[in-house]
């Protein structure tokens, strides 16, 4: 199948950026969407042009590295899945496809589609941790049996891949669907509730230092999670952070 | 731009004296400590931050040291770790099905095939149990059972079900528990963190490790770290295949960098091929996608029996549900009724690999074979039926049943085959080929994880010590996670006692100097270079040479014709490899063809060392030692020893040192899983 591309260059942070138009013929349907991106780019090596810059590593799903704003959606137009997991078989003959970084304030891009979430890591440093040192004296694993049903809310929240797709979804550009999964995987557990209180306060204070905007409950989030992390963490982080 | 080498090694393992099961403990009672008033006056370097490295450097900063990490990913929690599935082992015994750490350090060697230096491994069963409560304590959530205990499954190569595990995410919980535990050292200062920062070159004063050279990945400003030690953990070198289970950006660098300063590197040959993967489909193919050995506990293995069969699956006109049950070939089941669909990953590789060869292959290339879920999705509707005591006999409801008992274990993995295969496993059998996972050959290491460049120490996938010729599935993690909490914090103070009086490193020595200076002339050769090849051209050949020749199945002729191959393709890269962009910007293809010219003199030694070693064992075939069976032939009498190599200056002569392995507390016999 033959595309076209319009996709965002931009040289470096500082710098102007502007959408830029390629095709490529002859793509088979079967390729990841990012290995149609190799192909580009080995085009645009041979031909002695700088190639576009992408964040990706992985690529199957879970680094949470790989990001891109394709048709105007986080993660390209299918849901639960990664950029890295779309294939070309999605696409058509003949379409136009649109590529943007992930946009957001606390996004700053670096170049062309590659952005900085170095944000995502201060809200951790925040307070996204059990305080227990490495001493190999804890207590057994099996001292606290935690139920069924805990366990695997905390676990779908911490599934998380912390790409940054709720937050280039959201119209706000609000963290909250990935700082609410964290606050939740930790409050679901017994070993959370120590520190609980500080943590969604501290979390949340990081949020809001790093220029992410506020949640509207327009709910694109939860529609744009590849990993398909639930609204619901965002109530349990703001009745947390009531209660904190 | 060779530096010069100690010409003699005393190859000491260090391993200390006593009873096996006595040796960790007593070592750590007798080694030197440092006090937490000194911790605070030493720096030490991490570079790697999956489990290995991000455990250890929140450990050491917990200790007091004064950590510096860097990896070369946008952020510290998407190491490749995070990539791995299945599980973690741990010889907890809650199964109550006879687990020992005795056990799990008897399969761990015996998986091995006996290559690995045992009391290394005992020590790492011996920790295992930790581990897991260790993680628990962070909020790891692992799976657990409605009474609201810890699950166990089972993995390959083992009678017991030791294996813990999350979904089929396991890698990204652990990783993300000690991302967590890093975050907490970073906001109190005692880890500084360098994000998109690649290691290039190890310092190297008076003797001793003290510092590294980094370049920004996003300036390409070439930095000078210094500290009284470096710690590398920047995990295995599967991409040298060019197409393999790892991320993209996974890299030999660091440790081929410490080789070149005089860090022997040891059975660089031993490579895992992991049976279950996601086939090939074409050549613009980039990477390859891991189906998790937890899979082989649900679902059956085969081919047609008949090759017309086969054929007219691989044409199309038949799929695999026309194959009556008496027509199919349970080929694992069959060879292996012991362990049957849970032998160990090399023997299970080489059996789909010789029915595919054999001509029995089930898409289109010839190169895959089925692994099917239906008996597994009959028998858990059939369990749930019973249990809810609805109707047996109803197939469709107790299928229905099935999937989503089988959903619930696997979910995950099957939608990820879903999308890129665009079939439906729950319905149709998945298509799988052996594919390139993990490297155990690796760094040489001592008992004290440390290289033999004093104060240079190498943990995780990327030092050699414990997996020997042929990795179980599920220890990954349990080594990376061992060497990076419960090990190399202790054993690193045994080293750093000498250094409480010297003071900061000094950045401004000639040794940096020089360092800095190496490190940017090859970046501005590879600048300057005007080639008409891209980085990628040149990766792709030499992952297929090495795949040809140095993958599941290895021969005198063919290694020796694998040597020339590579040199000339080197030689050209050399000349002809085209580098876009400059130096001091962002520039991904100028990181890929420094992490390709490693990989080039890497795949040398690869070769070199498969030449060498005439035996197979593990993960190593060749061809010309096997028995009537087709089974792996070991050379006990000439070959129990790990073939470590010295740098010499040209890639093309390395030198072999050996260490014998030694097995006082295990009978060694040939490995057999029939």
Same mark, same amino acid.
Not at chain 1, 71 to 82: C, E, I, L, S
Not at chain 1, 184 to 196: D, H
Not at chain 1, 226 to 244: D, H, Q, T, V
């Given at each position: 199948m033959d595309i076209k591309l319009k996709i965002w260059r931009q040289k470096n942070?500082?710098?102007?950026?502007? &959408?830029?138009?390629?095709?490529?013929?002859?793509?088979?349907?079967?390729?990841?969407?990012?290995?149609?991106?190799?192909?580009?780019?080995?085009?645009?090596? $041979?031909?002695?042009?700088?190639?576009?810059?992408?964040?990706?590593?992985?690529?199957?799903?879970?680094?949470?590295?790989?990001?891109?704003?394709?048709?105007?959606?986080?993660?390209?137009?299918?849901?639960?899945?990664?950029?890295?997991?779309?294939?070309?078989?999605? &696409?058509?003959?003949?379409?136009?496809?649109?590529?943007?970084? &992930?946009?957001?304030?606390?996004?700053?891009?670096?170049?062309?589609?590659?952005?900085?979430?170095?944000?995502?890591?201060?809200?951790?440093?925040?307070?996204?941790?059990?305080?227990?040192?490495?001493?190999?004296?804890?207590?057994?694993?099996?001292?606290?049996?935690?139920?069924?049903?805990?366990?695997?809310?905390? &676990?779908?929240?911490?599934?998380?891949?912390?790409?940054?797709?709720?937050?280039?979804?959201?119209?706000?550009? $609000?963290?909250?669907?990935?700082?609410?999964?964290?606050?939740?995987?930790?409050?679901?557990?017994?070993?959370?509730?120590?520190?609980?209180?500080?943590?969604?306060?501290?979390?949340?204070?990081? *949020?809001?230092?790093?220029?992410?905007?506020?949640?509207?409950?327009?709910?694109?989030?939860?529609?744009?999670?590849?990993?398909?992390?639930?609204?619901?963490?965002?109530?349990? *982080?703001?009745?947390?952070?009531?209660?904190? | 731009m060779s530096t010069a080498v100690k010409t003699e090694f005393q190859l000491s393992s260090g391993v200390p004296q006593g009873p096996l099961a006595e040796k960790w403990t007593s070592h750590k009672s007798k080694i030197r400590l440092v006090s937490p008033a000194n911790k605070l006056k030493i720096d030490v370097i991490v570079v790697g931050t999956g489990l290995a490295g991000g455990s250890a450097a929140a450990t050491l900063a917990e200790l007091g040291y004064n950590v510096k990490a860097f990896c070369f990913q946008d952020s510290a929690r998407r190491a490749h770790s995070i990539a791995a599935q299945g599980g973690i082992n741990a010889a907890k015994n809650y199964v109550g099905d006879g687990d020992s750490i005795y056990r799990l350090f008897y399969d761990t060697i015996k998986g091995g095939d006996y290559r690995a230096r045992e009391a290394n491994v005992y020590r790492l069963a011996e920790v295992s149990s930790n581990i897991i409560d260790q993680c628990v304590a962070q909020g790891v959530p692992f799976a657990r059972d409605y009474g609201g205990l810890l699950d166990n499954r089972s993995f390959g190569g083992v009678q017991v079900s030791r294996t813990f595990y999350a979904k089929g995410q396991t890698g990204q919980q652990l990783q993300l528990g000690c991302y967590s535990a890093l975050n907490r050292q970073i906001a109190r200062g005692k880890v500084k963190m360098y994000s998109r920062h690649e290691m290039m070159e190890l310092v190297i004063i008076d003797g001793k490790a003290r510092g590294i050279i980094a370049r920004d990945l996003i300036t390409g400003e070439i930095q000078r770290h210094s500290a009284h030690a470096v710690v590398i953990a920047s995990g295995g070198y599967g991409n040298v295949f060019y197409l393999s289970t790892n991320a993209m950006g996974s890299n030999v660098s660091a440790g081929w960098k410490i080789h070149k300063k005089g860090a022997l590197f040891a059975n660089p040959c031993f490579t895992q091929i992991h049976p279950t993967c996601i086939p090939v489909s074409g050549d613009y193919q980039s990477k390859l996608t891991l189906m998790s050995e937890s899979l082989r506990n649900d679902g059956r293995i085969w081919v047609p029996q008949q090759l017309e069969d086969a054929q007219a699956i691989r044409e199309g006109k038949k799929s695999p549900e026309d194959i009556p049950e008496n027509q199919r070939d349970y080929f694992l089941e069959r060879r292996y009724p012991a362990f049957g669909n849970l032998v160990p990953r090399d023997v299970a590789s080489r059996a789909a690999k010789e029915r595919c060869d054999a001509g029995y292959g089930v898409n289109v290339t010839g190169d895959a074979v089925f692994l099917d879920f239906q008996s597994a999705i009959e028998r858990y509707g059939r369990e749930q039926a019973h249990l809810q005591g609805s109707d047996e006999s109803n197939p469709e409801a107790t299928m229905k049943l099935g999937r989503e008992v089988v959903k619930a274990k696997y979910g995950n993995l099957f939608q990820m085959y879903e999308k890129i295969v665009d079939q439906n496993p729950y319905n149709t059998p998945m298509k799988i080929y052996p594919a390139v996972h993990y490297t155990m050959g690796g760094v040489w290491v001592d008992y004290n994880l440390m290289t033999t460049i004093p104060g240079c120490f190498c943990i995780g996938e990327a030092n050699f010590s414990d997996h020997g010729a042929n990795r179980l599935g599920a220890s990954a993690l349990m080594q990376g996670l061992a060497d990076g909490y419960f090990v190399l914090p202790y054993t690193i103070g045994d080293y750093l006692a000498d250094d409480i009086r010297t003071g900061p490193i000094s950045i401004d020595s000639k040794e940096f100097e020089k360092a800095e200076h190496q490190v940017k002339s090859q970046i501005d050769r590879l600048i300057k270079q005007n080639g008409t090849k891209s980085v990628d051209y040149f990766h792709k050949k030499l992952g297929r040479i090495i795949w040809d020749y140095c993958g599941m199945s290895r021969n005198e002729k063919g290694l020796k014709e694998a040597i020339e191959k590579i040199k000339e393709l080197y030689q050209e890269f050399q000349k002809n490899v085209f580098v876009p962009g400059r130096a001091n910007e962002y520039n991904e293809e100028l990181a890929k063809a420094c992490r390709v010219a490693d990989f080039f003199e890497l795949g040398l030694l690869m070769t070199i060392d498969a030449l060498d070693r005439t035996e197979s064992c593990g993960g190593h075939f060749r061809e010309e030692s096997q028995t009537p069976q087709g089974e792996a032939l070991r050379d006990d009498e000439n070959f129990m020893y790990v073939a470590t190599w010295e740098y010499t200056g040209k890639p093309n002569s390395p030198k072999l040192h050996k260490e014998d392995l030694i097995y006082h507390d295990i009978e060694v016999k040939s490995r057999s899983y029939k």
């Open positions: 942070a500082t710098s102007k950026g502007k &959408f830029e138009k390629y095709a490529l013929n002859e793509i088979n349907p079967e390729m990841s969407f990012l290995e149609m991106l190799d192909v580009l780019n080995e085009q645009l090596i $041979s031909s002695g042009e700088s190639p576009v810059a992408f964040d990706h590593d992985c690529r199957e799903g879970i680094c949470g590295t790989c990001s891109l704003f394709i048709n105007g959606r986080a993660h390209g137009p299918d849901r639960f899945v990664t950029t890295c997991q779309l294939h070309m078989r999605r &696409f058509k003959h003949g379409d136009t496809i649109t590529i943007e970084p &992930f946009r957001a304030k606390a996004f700053p891009v670096i170049k062309d589609l590659v952005v900085d979430r170095a944000s995502f890591d201060r809200i951790q440093q925040s307070g996204g941790y059990i305080s227990v040192n490495t001493s190999g004296n804890t207590q057994d694993a099996n001292a606290i049996p935690i139920p069924k049903a805990d366990a695997d809310l905390s &676990f779908e929240a911490a599934a998380c891949i912390g790409c940054g797709a709720c937050v280039a979804a959201c119209k706000n550009a $609000s963290a909250m669907l990935f700082v609410s999964a964290k606050v939740s995987q930790y409050a679901l557990l017994p070993q959370g509730q120590v520190e609980s209180k500080r943590r969604v306060k501290n979390m949340v204070a990081q *949020m809001d230092e790093e220029g992410f905007g506020n949640c509207t409950n327009t709910g694109a989030c939860e529609i744009e999670c590849p990993k398909g992390i639930s609204l619901e963490n965002i109530a349990r *982080m703001n009745r947390e952070f009531i209660l904190g | -």
